[in-house]
């Protein structure tokens, strides 16, 4: 598990996902820490610099034993440069976050999103310099396409830059599309898999149930769209197995949910956030959760989607000879 802080702040629009304070979120990583977790994952987006400024808070007591995650890709400002991966805008970056967490080092850098206008050779080679110089360690993205992935490692391989460790996606129950192509392109090319938002920000906590209204201060099914909810009665279906398999052990539908994920082919940790230290632990529980080949089975089942072209016809003709990757969708 990693600690996601989302949560923390409160600004800038945030605060419709939380408001966690320095005091709070120091007893939430401190929980953490004592569950095993050492990393913790922010953005310079989140709140507007704050989520950072308070990680770097709340993470003192443990900076030695703590592996720190941070973004960058979004805008920060209203100029031309305050965006994007240009060398300019990353430099910055991580100058910035450097100062907001109050460390030495970011140990895992992300790129939040793609840039389809700043040459990768430039993304990448400002990245490379960074971590000579000591103030990154590591390199990821997220929320890349596969061939945006391919795409970067070729140019990384080609000017010798550091290459991509991780990408950080998002994956549930709810949302199976990364296993079309981004799970077994991670497989592929050896990155780590950070899943965010894991329960889908809500949906697969147990509180959204058919012929039931939706919790009151619920902006999903309503105006919040991430993620999309493309078929109500599909999710309910899900939700149902959950929540069977969950009474059978005790536990919430959240910790099934998290615990089909960690299943999963090449997935390495689920970033987990909560607003409250019961949600949190709720949510760190699952780890310990194992479940019966059947109920991964069952939700499976519950959950599948129909197979895109060409992977219906790889199903059909190519099965003789997979890979490793291959196998993650079509084994």
Not at 134 to 147: E, H, L, M, Q
Request: charged share 25%; aromatic share 6%; with cysteine.
């Amino acid at each position: 598990m990693t600690m996601g802080t989302m949560t923390f702040g409160g600004k800038g629009g945030f605060e419709k996902l939380g408001a966690t304070d320095v005091e709070g979120a120091t007893r939430q990583i401190d929980l953490c820490v004592d569950h095993g977790v050492n990393l913790v994952d922010t953005a310079d987006m989140y709140s507007a610099g704050v989520s950072e400024e308070i990680v770097g808070q709340a993470t003192k007591n443990h900076r030695d034993d703590l592996f720190l995650a941070t973004k960058c890709r979004f805008p920060m400002g209203d100029g031309p440069n305050d965006g994007g991966a240009s060398r300019q805008h990353i430099v910055k970056s991580v100058e910035d976050s450097l100062r907001r967490l109050d460390t030495q080092h970011i140990d895992l850098f992300q790129l939040h999103g793609w840039d389809g206008v700043t040459p990768l050779e430039e993304t990448l080679e400002a990245l490379d310099t960074l971590v000579s110089k000591g103030k990154i360690r590591y390199i990821g993205c997220s929320n890349y396409s596969a061939w945006h992935i391919m795409k970067a490692l070729g140019v990384s391989e080609r000017g010798e830059y550091q290459r991509f460790v991780s990408q950080q996606i998002h994956y549930t129950l709810q949302a199976r599309e990364v296993e079309n192509e981004l799970v077994p392109v991670s497989v592929d090319q050896g990155l780590g898999i950070l899943v965010w938002s894991p329960i889908a920000g809500g949906l697969l906590s147990g509180k959204f149930r058919r012929g039931q209204d939706d919790p009151e201060t619920s902006r999903h099914l309503g105006e919040w769209s991430e993620p999309p909810v493309h078929d109500r009665e599909r999710l309910y279906d899900i939700i149902e197995v959950a929540a069977e398999i969950g009474d059978a052990h005790g536990v919430s539908v959240a910790q099934v949910a998290n615990a089909w994920l960690l299943r999963k082919p090449g997935v390495t940790s689920l970033v987990v956030g909560a607003r409250t230290e019961e949600q949190l632990a709720d949510n760190l529980a699952a780890a310990e959760l194992a479940l019966t080949d059947d109920e991964v089975a069952r939700l499976d089942e519950v959950s599948a989607t129909p197979l895109l072209y060409p992977y219906w016809h790889q199903k059909n003709t190519i099965t003789d000879r997979l890979s490793p990757a291959d196998a993650t969708l079509l084994g």
